[in-house]
């Protein structure tokens, strides 16, 4: 399994922009897809965003569609998460995780995701 580690986080105001990186100890080019998920205190985790490493596609949560934008870097072992126009509701711990080579559980079934990274935390304030 890959190792991955995330950084970027921190405390913003309401409109403000950050971008998440989740670094990856190897290349993922044999993962069928990346993504970035989230989990507020009290909450499930939700998925935010999907990178499907073969055609490079996208795929967002309706939250966050036009806000935020997942890229990666390949040559870096790089996913990142651009966030634009950050809201309260924002506010959460936010989590990189890796597929497998056959499968991309997209948005809707993180646990089937085989590795994650500790998470860094986000926190808009108004």
């Known amino acids: 399994q890959v190792q991955l580690v995330e950084s970027g986080g921190g405390s913003v105001q309401v409109g403000g922009s950050l971008r998440l990186s989740c670094a990856a100890s190897?290349?993922?080019?044999?993962?069928?897809?990346m993504g970035w998920f989230r989990q507020a205190p009290g909450k499930e985790r939700e998925g935010v965003a999907v990178?499907?490493?073969?055609?490079?596609?996208?795929l967002y949560a309706a939250s966050v569609k036009g806000r935020f934008t997942i890229s990666q870097d390949n040559a870096k072992n790089t996913l990142y998460l651009q966030m634009n126009s950050l809201k309260p509701e924002d506010t959460a711990m936010y989590y990189c995780?890796?597929?497998?080579?056959?499968?991309?559980?997209?948005?809707?079934?993180?646990?089937?995701?085989?590795?994650w990274g500790q998470g860094t935390q986000v926190t808009v304030s108004s």
């Open positions: 995780a890796a597929s497998d080579g056959r499968y991309c559980p997209g948005l809707q079934m993180p646990s089937r995701y085989i590795s």
């Open positions: 190897r290349n993922t080019y044999n993962m069928r897809c």
């Open positions: 990178f499907y490493t073969g055609d490079r596609s996208t």
